[in-house]
């Protein structure tokens, strides 16, 4: 059974390495191959569940060694798989919402003259991400760890044609190299530390070394973890990472990429238990990035990067959960799933909408869609339900237990986390019910006005839509859009996400099931909380009813205006994702300008400078030297007159002497 | 006679010599002067072997005066070359050799 | 007497340069067969090196030894380790390609330009370097090993300022002064390099009475030999400058930018991947078993140095505007890398560094050549005057990028696995070296995305819109370049097991042993 293992990860690299490598001739069935491998993939995932799920609970780890990477002195680094809970949860997880985003998108780009290499794409996110989950050692992770990065610079600058998405991308590349610089650093701390970075010896042997060191390694992951998952400070590339198709969007947020922080934090946790400091670190990074993703996703007009302030803060829920340490492991890791499914829902919805009206982004340009779309209105509503934590959905119980575990972590500190996460709540609440509001009811927007507003011309229209999903509707592109319902290959993908973001949570949650999965691998504790459950349930709920309630009175009541108000001091801030860009650019870029300009001047006239300095030397002091030579023998004589004198000169003088 | 004095007098002569090679152009007269100096260091030589009492001086006289006799050879053949190109016996005419 | 192994993997480029500088000047494109029929040929030689090295055998092996100038004790000693054995095979391995790539970059020019290019000579001096490059790996003999390292800067220069691109942005004239300015530079420096080094050599003469690397290397290892610790300083530098310039390290590097600048992309790649390596691997060679005392007095100095190199060169590549020059700059941090390994002192760092030079030769030499072929069609060098070729010349792009990425170690390619070797090795010892020198990693993306993003994304630009996408023949100098770089990215074993054992003898010389981690939890 262990030799299933490879073949998770074969099959898609597989599908990406034909796709890529294959050429044109593969363009008319390239699609259903990369769809048909990811869902191969799945179905190997199922089988190996199904086995995991006949064992008990203390043998549920796989282990599949292929071949030794690198073996350099005691630098000892294995081509090995492990599956156990934790892992298997990723692969269902990975493989089976990355295979309805494949059907989707088989739908999505049908227009796209590089539909295969999309597809082609697609299956390397999901080889690399299923390879970060399934190595059994850091350094493998870490290969894993980059590949997805590589994915996800490709998908992201999928349409390379626009300058804005060749930068996203560039963008999002270096930013995770931030955090993969983290991620090394980690791995070398400990191999100076356990003289190894497999799982087992490393996770087993915290107790054996010093606090400081583990404080160290912890904080470092935890830099890996902000870069992949895009937290506070690196959370920069997230936003402008939607430059991608929306199923490129649907996949980052939800299968793979973001979550990866997460997997690591809790795979982690025997680091993190054994470092109180970088703990505490990970919960203030969590808090602060929910509630930043949160107020960045109220003031966004673009429906998608308000779906990526969603996201950001989501996760940070979940990094917040990680951070409490085995409380909050397991609910981590189970709101990671509902969230899968119901963002990824979110942005398949987003995306069926933006198929259907042209393109266009600006949530203020749409309105009253839900006649026009009930599919995508239904699914995309159930998405939003589950995401305030409407109860009984699957963000209600996965959101509420995370919430419970902050204030469980006791002192003052549990309760500013649980206040962050509660406030999040709220937060959620209203900017979800804001996108549900502006898209689907009020007045029709997009009647009587070309879809693109006039200070964002649409430059190129060709171009644009040439890679664009509607290119089909080409011809209406500068017209008024006529909205309609998506395919159905695109619309099955999406009421099944919707299924889940339904019944997810409560699956999980009845009989603790998910605990009692996860538990083996992640441990868990109760922690001992000031408030008792049914309290944080009750004020979740009074801060979703908050929420939902200012959204209504602001966008519900009144008519949406077509043109963004110039808003209040924090309404700006946020519209420009809190200036931390604007500070990445004055500081960074325009820092990294000068240090690199003046450094080639130095580079040329100091350092070569000296070495072309002493070339001019030499050569003046010859040309100098030159003009002895005058070709007069008579001053050659003198010369040698001078010489003979000279030396008899000093020859008597020595005898003087 | 003080053999002292056959000394100041290769002194002399190659002062002479020395310059004539210095101040004269003619290329004839500038060669006659080295001769004069060779010379000049003949007799010195000479001198020193009589003062010393062996025959060092007087042997490396000879091999003096084989050089010069080759010199002249040579350097005849160089001045005689240098008028029929030049049509003029001048050392500053023939100061092609500079850079 | 077996047969002369060694010696017939140079003699055979050797023998093949004099035969390709001999065919008659029309026949043009016989010469080329024969070059590439020759380098191939002396691949085949380097695997058979290749095979018959025991990994776990003696240390040098395949050895020749005859008399040479025995008035002074010189003997045409050869012998092979493991770290010899693997760049030999990496020389042997990169000139046909080079010459493949190459193919069209010694034509005559188009009607117009008089300027004469002998076709016969470039692919003859390319050989010639190839032969002398061999045994400068192969050399056990420190006045051997000198000659060579001294006589490939000959055809060098020639490479250099005989042949460069064809396009110059000020003209043809232009064009030669700065070929002949950098060609000039490049033979200074190194002359400069060697100057130091034949002191340091006749010094090294004077104290030890012979120039067998083997058996100097014994003598100072069982005592027999002993060096003041003043003298063995001195001719450290000697040796360690010469070394220093040819790698090059920060700041005796700028006249690399120049020349790879300058010269064709083959030769670029000739410089870069093959000349210079000599360098780095004299250092590990000469330096490191001759004076491993003073190796060790220097090593902060030359830690620090290669640190500079490191984030110096790849802030440089951020800042050029000529692709060339970028991977150049690339280059010299590459380069600081390792120099770093190798003075690490720790068996990571060492075997890392050997591996890098590998790896470093096969991913610039992929990321240059198909930046040769862009520049051949768009005749121009500046970035700025790309944009969009992603869309024109998909495959181009495509293989670019994967060049890119390899120069920027993403992990799975080959120049990862060296690069995180030598940073594990740095940072064992030396922790705060190995964190800044991991910054170098953020900085290498940058340079290489912000590459690829100017040149190839974008809307296309007019003038590369007609740009044809890669022939077949560039195609097959690029694809083996690649498949390389995936295979040794997940499976370096075959060279580590090559190299581990030299490495290990090296170690030895200079005393050092690995530093033991905190919990022996692996164990």
């Known amino acids: 059974m262990e030799n299933l293992i490879a073949l998770l990860i074969a099959a898609p690299l597989l599908g990406a390495a034909v796709l890529l490598v294959g050429g044109r001739r593969l363009d008319a069935v390239g699609h259903w191959i990369g769809t048909f491998l990811s869902a191969a993939s799945f179905v190997f995932g199922l089988i190996l569940f199904a086995d995991l799920l006949g064992k008990d609970a203390e043998h549920r780890t796989l282990t599949q060694h292929l071949w030794t990477w690198i073996s350099v002195g005691g630098f000892q680094a294995d081509v090995t798989f492990r599956l156990d809970q934790l892992s298997m949860t990723f692969v269902l997880l990975i493989t089976g919402v990355g295979s309805l985003i494949h059907l989707y998108s088989v739908g999505y780009m049908e227009h796209d003259e590089r539909r295969r290499r999309f597809f082609g794409y697609l299956n390397l996110f999901l080889a690399a991400m299923l390879l970060l989950v399934l190595a059994d050692n850091y350094l493998l992770l870490y290969v894993g760890w980059e590949g997805v990065g590589l994915a996800s610079y490709l998908l992201i600058g999928f349409w390379q044609h626009k300058p804005s998405a060749a930068t996203a991308a560039k963008k999002a590349f270096l930013v995770n190299r931030v955090g993969d610089m983290g991620l090394s650093i980690a791995i070398m701390l400990m191999f100076t530390t356990f003289g190894s970075f497999a799982f087992g010896p490393v996770l087993s042997h915290t107790g054996d070394t010093s606090e400081g060191k583990l404080t160290a390694i912890g904080l470092m992951l935890l830099l890996a973890a902000c870069g992949k998952s895009a937290q506070v400070p690196l959370q920069s590339w997230l936003g402008d990472a939607m430059e991608g198709p929306t199923p490129v969007s649907a996949l980052i947020h939800a299968a793979t990429m973001v979550t990866a922080g997460v997997y690591l934090i809790v795979r982690s946790g025997a680091i993190f238990n054994a470092a109180p400091d970088a703990q505490l670190a990970v919960t203030v990074v969590g808090a602060v990035t929910l509630l930043f993703g949160a107020i960045v996703g109220c003031a966004k007009d673009d429906i998608k990067k308000a779906l990526a302030g969603s996201t950001m803060s989501q996760i940070g829920y979940m990094v917040l959960a990680a951070g409490l340490g085995p409380i909050g492991y397991v609910f981590a890791i189970m709101h990671l799933v509902t969230h899968g499914f119901f963002k990824a829902g979110l942005f398949l919805g987003a995306g069926s909408v933006m198929h259907g009206m042209n393109d266009e982004v600006d949530m203020r340009k749409y309105g009253g869609l839900r006649k026009y779309m009930p599919v995508t209105f239904i699914t995309f509503g159930l998405g939003y339900l589950a995401i305030i934590g409407f109860p009984g959905l699957s963000g209600f119980f996965s959101k509420d237990k995370i919430i419970e575990a902050a204030f469980a972590k006791g002192g003052t500190e549990g309760w500013i986390l649980g206040g962050a996460a509660l406030l999040g709540a709220a937060i959620t609440a209203f900017y979800m019910t804001r996108v549900m509001l502006m898209t689907f009811f009020g007045e029709e927007r997009w009647r009587d006005r070309p879809t693109r507003s006039p200070e964002e011309p649409s430059a190129e229209p060709a171009a644009a839509h040439q890679g664009g999903a509607a290119s089909g509707h080409a011809a209406a592109a500068t017209g008024e859009p006529h909205p309609h319902e998506s395919p159905k290959i695109m619309t099955i993908p999406m009421v099944v996400l919707a299924v889940g973001s339904v019944f997810g949570g409560a699956f999980f949650s009845l009989g603790d099931r998910f605990l009692h999965w996860l538990e083996p691998v992640t441990g868990h504790s109760e922690g001992d909380s000031p408030l008792s459950a049914a309290t944080v349930t009750g004020a979740t709920m009074v801060c979703l009813v908050v929420g939902v309630a200012i959204a209504w009175a602001q966008y519900g009541r009144k008519p949406v205006p077509a043109l963004a108000p110039r808003g209040s001091l924090l309404t700006r801030a946020a519209r420009r994702d809190l200036y931390q860009d604007d500070f990445n650019h004055v500081v960074l870029v325009r820092g990294g300008e000068h240090l690199t300009r003046s450094l080639v001047y130095v580079d040329h006239t100091l350092v070569d400078g000296v070495v072309n300095g002493t070339a001019a030397g030499f050569g003046g002091l010859s040309g100098r030297l030159r003009r002895l030579q005058n070709g007069f023998v008579r001053s050659y004589a003198v010369s040698m007159f001078g010489g003979a004198a000279l030396l008899v000169a000093a020859t008597l003088l020595m005898r003087a002497v | 006679m003080n053999p002292v004095n056959y000394l100041y007098l290769a002194a002399l002569l190659f002062t002479i010599g020395a310059t004539g090679v210095l101040i004269r152009r003619n290329a004839i007269v500038v060669f006659m002067c080295i001769e004069l100096m060779l010379n000049a260091c003949n007799l010195a030589f000479v001198a020193f072997s009589r003062m010393h009492g062996n025959l060092d001086g007087q042997i490396i006289a000879f091999f003096t005066m084989v050089v010069a006799a080759a010199e002249v050879v040579v350097g005849l053949a160089i001045i005689v070359s240098l008028f029929r190109t030049r049509h003029s016996a001048s050392v500053d005419d023939a100061s092609l050799m500079k850079l | ?523």
């Open chain 3, 1 to 523: 007497m077996s047969f002369p192994l060694l010696t017939a993997t140079a003699a055979l480029p050797a023998l093949g340069a004099v035969a390709t500088a001999a065919v008659p000047a029309a026949r043009r494109t016989a010469a080329k067969w024969l070059a590439l029929v020759v380098s191939l040929a002396t691949l085949a030689l380097a695997v058979v090196v290749l095979v018959r090295f025991d990994p776990d055998g003696a240390r040098y092996q395949l050895t020749e030894s005859h008399a040479w100038i025995s008035d002074f004790g010189v003997r045409w000693e050869l012998g092979v380790d493991g770290i010899a054995v693997a760049l030999v095979a990496l020389t042997a391995l990169l000139v046909p390609f080079i010459v493949l790539a190459g193919w069209h970059d010694a034509d005559p020019l188009e009607t117009g330009s008089r300027r004469w290019r002998p076709t016969q000579g470039f692919f003859a001096l390319i050989l010639a370097v190839e032969a002398m490059v061999i045994v400068s790996f192969e050399a056990t003999d420190v006045f051997v090993f000198y000659i060579f390292f001294e006589a490939m800067l000959i055809p060098m220069y020639f490479l250099i300022g005989g042949f460069g691109d064809r396009a110059h942005e000020h003209g043809e004239k232009a064009a030669a002064t700065q070929r002949s300015y950098a060609a000039v530079k490049f033979l200074l420096y190194n002359l400069v390099g060697g100057l130091l080094m034949l002191a340091a050599v006749i010094g090294l003469y004077v104290v030890a009475g012979n120039f067998s690397l083997t058996e100097i290397a014994e003598a100072r290892a069982n005592g027999s030999l002993h060096m003041a610790t003043d003298t063995e300083r001195w001719l450290f530098l000697g040796f360690f400058f010469a070394f220093a310039v040819k790698a090059p390290l920060w700041p005796l590097h700028t006249w690399l930018p120049n020349a790879m600048q300058e010269s064709t992309a083959p030769v670029a790649v000739l410089i870069t991947a093959v000349v210079d390596k000599v360098g780095t691997f004299a250092m590990l060679r000469y330096c490191l078993q001759l004076f491993p005392e003073a190796s060790k007095w220097a090593t902060p100095v030359i830690l620090v140095l290669a640190l500079i190199s490191i984030i110096y060169g790849a802030l440089l590549a951020v800042g050029q505007r000529d692709i060339k020059r970028l991977v150049a700059y690339a280059s010299i941090s590459h380069f600081g890398f390792i120099v770093m390994g190798i003075f690490a002192m720790t068996s990571q760092g060492q075997s890392g560094a050997t591996l890098y030079m590998v790896n470093h030769g096969i991913s610039t030499a992929a990321l240059m050549l198909v930046a040769g072929f862009l520049i051949s069609r768009r005749g121009s060098r500046l970035i700025a005057d790309y944009g969009g070729v992603q869309k024109v010349a998909p495959v181009l792009a495509g293989t670019f990028l994967i060049g890119g990425l390899a120069t920027l170690s993403l992990p799975g390619l080959a120049p990862f696995v060296s690069e995180f070797l030598v940073l594990v090795g740095t940072f064992t010892r030396h922790p705060a070296i190995g964190v800044i020198a991991t910054f170098g990693i953020v900085l290498a993306a940058l340079y290489t995305l912000v590459l690829y993003q100017r040149t190839m994304t974008g809307p296309v630009k007019p003038e590369v819109s007609a740009m044809p996408d890669l022939r077949v023949r560039e195609l097959l100098v690029v694809a083996p370049l690649i498949v390389l770089l995936i295979f040794l990215g997940v499976y370096p074993k075959p060279v580590t097991d090559i190299v581990n054992p030299a490495v290990k003898q090296t170690m030895s010389d200079v005393h050092k042993k690995d530093p033991k981690p905190e919990v022996e939890a692996a164990k």
